[in-house]
């Protein structure tokens, strides 16, 4: 007889009122629903607690230090499942998602695994996500020592968390879910990519103005550089991200996250870059 596994999604936010019903409306259709539902309050200021609060099966907990870092850790840590899903309040995971990580976990060597994203705020939305899946599939398979995790669309299983979460690193020049990628690299830990394990994400990165976006992108450069690592796949990954957002920028200023369409209006006024919830 299969073993059945548990799944709970953790969710950090932060002034997250544009995107959270939508994250947790995703939630609400899946094929195979998640044991349980946890969104991390990190401090907001606007609607995000009323609109977790109005889905009878999310728990919501806070956690009052700033950062994505300790939101994270402290949705974790509350986690009761044997696999810990952990995606962004922007993300729409699909309809088979919890099934999908429930498959992929079965194989007992699987610390932790992520998957492909589609950008549902640019054209041909749910048909996107090859161009990105060919990227990271390439470097999945030929870059052994560029392991990474996607915070939009991860999880990983409790036991490795618990056994991990001691030397992760607290810095906010880094990326919190690439830093608990190279800690399970390092510790000689599997994590796996598949194609299966898909979800929608934003672009809303593409907000920020060019300063800013560099300063975000090299965080994964940092990210290596504080464990002596220098993977041809962080450079690669970086100059990728950096030609979609010189490609794709026009296409984001124009998109209005309430009326989820373009518009030259908002073209014109554009988009409030969000702040880094690193900090």
């Known amino acids: ?22 994250c947790l409306e995703a939630i609400s259709r899946q094929h195979e629903s998640p044991a349980e539902v946890i969104v991390v309050d990190n401090n907001s200021t606007d609607n995000t607690v009323a609109i977790a609060k109005s889905f009878s099966f999310v728990k919501l907990i806070t956690a009052k230090k700033q950062g994505v870092f300790y939101a994270r850790n402290k949705g974790f840590d509350a986690a009761k499942s044997e696999i810990i899903g952990r995606i962004d309040a922007d993300t729409r995971i699909d309809r088979d998602w919890t099934r999908q990580v429930k498959r992929i976990f079965l194989d007992d060597q699987v610390a932790a695994a992520t998957g492909p994203v589609y950008w549902y705020d640019m054209p041909l939305k749910e048909k996107n996500y090859f161009a990105e899946h060919a990227f990271k599939g390439l470097l999945y398979k030929y870059d052994k020592d560029y392991p990474f995790l996607f915070g939009s669309n991860m999880a990983i299983r409790r036991s490795e968390w618990q056994a991990i ?5 607290d810095k906010k020049t880094m990326h919190e879910d690439m830093d608990l990628a190279i800690h399970l690299y390092l510790n000689q830990r599997h994590i796996v990519y598949d194609a299966n394990m898909r979800a929608g994400a934003s672009t809303r990165r593409f907000d920020s103005g060019p300063e800013d976006f560099y300063r975000y992108s090299e965080m994964m450069k940092t990210s290596f550089a504080e464990h002596d690592m220098n993977p041809v796949g962080a450079k690669v990954a970086i100059a990728a991200y950096t030609l979609g957002y010189v490609t794709l920028y026009p296409l984001r200023r124009a998109y209005d996250d309430k009326q989820e369409r373009r518009s030259l ?15």
């Open 1 to 22: 007889m299969s073993k059945i596994l548990n799944v709970s999604i953790i969710i950090p936010v932060y002034n997250e009122e544009s995107h959270l019903r939508q």
């Open 165 to 169: 979460k001691g030397e992760l690193c």
């Open 265 to 279: 209006k908002r073209f014109i006024l554009g988009n409030k870059a969000r702040k880094n919830p690193m900090h």
